[in-house]
């Protein structure tokens, strides 16, 4: 017989499985799906897999020498953290859930978008390798970027808390209580922040020296994919993932009892990425055309759509905006893919999952 959490033979709830800190997994089960948008989305992620080596920066490497010295450091600045936050996602998301997953198509899901991650991750490495003649040197200068970490120091201290909680309860060292499943549960929403807010916020800087320069061409077609990626699926995702938890006496139980502490982790990592702006464009750093008000802006425009997703508006410490400050965005992201808010309501409840498909099962015959 196999340990249980190895492989769960006793296992009974295949056809309404929890996402987390259910019955351990035994059979991979495709037959019962509970989360049909969640695979959905993995399917759709699984069916635009790219490679880090699609793209030729060997234009980079002459632009990285001439360009001012302004757009070399927002540059490399950006790449610094973008590099740093990759890594640590492609490392976190599965080593977190695994022990705390209990649904087979969540779990394909986060392993197919830790996947994803290793590529983003492999692509600023690739960009750095191919864009300098020393990127050992550029891999120095990249971490010795503080700023760059300090904006990762609310996504770092919840990472921790909810690894230790993950691999304590993988070797019996913490119940399946309340308090394990809100340390997994806050994790999730951390990494909704850090995809929404933060990721986008550092696109905007990547996308506009692109867009204002009309350098670095390569760089930022690459980078375009891993925020369609990011943007189009891992954020969905991420919404999906919470909104069927509360959909549960858990989720909810973590929802209320967690409440005040969402709104801190939004709020938190809106401050850092608001210092981060002021940071990068300080010292006489400048975009043509984008002042550091707008890219401001850009961050609490991107913030107002997590915070209103959990229908918290009432706690957020900073502006919300609703109309998209930053025009240019608008060709490098698919914009329609932000989930719209159900301002109408009053309840404390996630604004998603408010359409259901009912062609479930359904043959459709086309004539070719």
């Given at each position: 017989?196999?340990?249980?959490?190895?492989?769960?033979?006793?296992?009974?709830?295949?056809?309404?499985?929890?996402?987390?800190?259910?019955?351990?997994?035994?059979?991979?089960?495709?037959?019962?799906?509970?989360?049909?948008?969640?695979?959905?989305?993995y399917k759709t992620l699984k069916s635009q897999d790219w490679d880090e080596n699609e793209f030729d920066y060997s234009s980079c490497n002459m632009q990285f020498k001439t360009?001012?010295?302004?757009?070399?450091?927002?540059?490399?600045?950006?790449?610094?953290?973008?590099?740093?936050?990759?890594?640590?996602?492609?490392?976190?998301?599965?080593?977190v859930l695994a022990p705390v997953c209990s649904s087979s198509e969540a779990w394909a899901g986060w392993v197919e978008i830790t996947r994803n991650e290793i590529v983003h991750a492999a692509t600023y490495s690739e960009i750095v390798r191919n864009s300098f003649d020393s990127p050992d040197d550029i891999l120095d200068e990249i971490l010795s970027v503080q700023q760059a970490m300090?904006?990762?120091?609310?996504?770092?201290?919840?990472?921790?808390?909810?690894?230790?909680?993950?691999?304590?309860?993988?070797?019996?060292?913490?119940?399946?209580?309340?308090?394990?499943?809100?340390?997994?549960?806050?994790?999730?929403?951390?990494?909704?922040?850090?995809?929404r807010i933060q990721f986008m916020a550092s696109f905007a800087v990547t996308f506009g020296v692109?867009?204002?320069?009309?350098?670095f061409q390569p760089i930022g077609k690459a980078i375009q994919k891993i925020a369609q990626d990011e943007f189009e699926v891992h954020v969905q995702y991420g919404k999906e993932v919470l909104a069927a938890l509360y959909k549960t006496e858990r989720g909810r139980t973590a929802f209320e009892q967690c409440r005040h502490k969402i709104a801190a982790i939004v709020n938190e990592v809106v401050e850092h990425e608001i210092e981060w702006t002021e940071?990068?464009?300080?010292?006489?750093?400048?975009?043509?055309?984008?002042?550091?008000?707008?890219?401001?802006?850009?961050?609490?425009?991107?913030?107002?759509?997590?915070?209103?997703?959990?229908?918290?508006?009432?706690l957020a410490d900073f502006p919300l905006v609703d109309a998209n400050p930053l025009t240019y965005m608008e060709s490098w992201l698919d914009m329609s893919k932000i989930q719209a808010s159900n301002q109408e309501e009053d309840t404390a409840q996630y604004k998603v999952g408010v359409m259901q498909r009912d062609d479930q099962d359904e043959i459709f015959s086309v004539d070719f």
């Open positions: 017989m196999l340990p249980q959490k190895i492989f769960n033979t006793d296992k009974t709830d295949y056809q309404r499985p929890e996402i987390i800190l259910g019955s351990d997994p035994g059979l991979f089960d495709t037959i019962n799906k509970h989360y049909p948008e969640l695979w959905r989305l360009c001012d010295k302004v757009t070399y450091d927002m540059m490399i600045k950006t790449l610094a953290w973008q590099w740093e936050a990759d890594s640590v996602a492609a490392r976190s998301i599965a080593g300090a904006r990762l120091k609310t996504v770092g201290r919840v990472f921790d808390e909810a690894l230790e909680a993950s691999l304590d309860y993988a070797r019996g060292a913490r119940p399946n209580d309340q308090e394990t499943y809100n340390a997994i549960y806050l994790f999730i929403v951390t990494l909704l922040c850090m995809e692109c867009e204002s320069t009309g350098l940071y990068a464009f300080s010292d006489g750093r400048e975009l043509s055309g984008i002042t550091c008000e707008m890219m401001k802006s850009w961050v609490h425009f991107s913030a107002t759509d997590v915070i209103r997703f959990f229908g918290i508006d009432d």
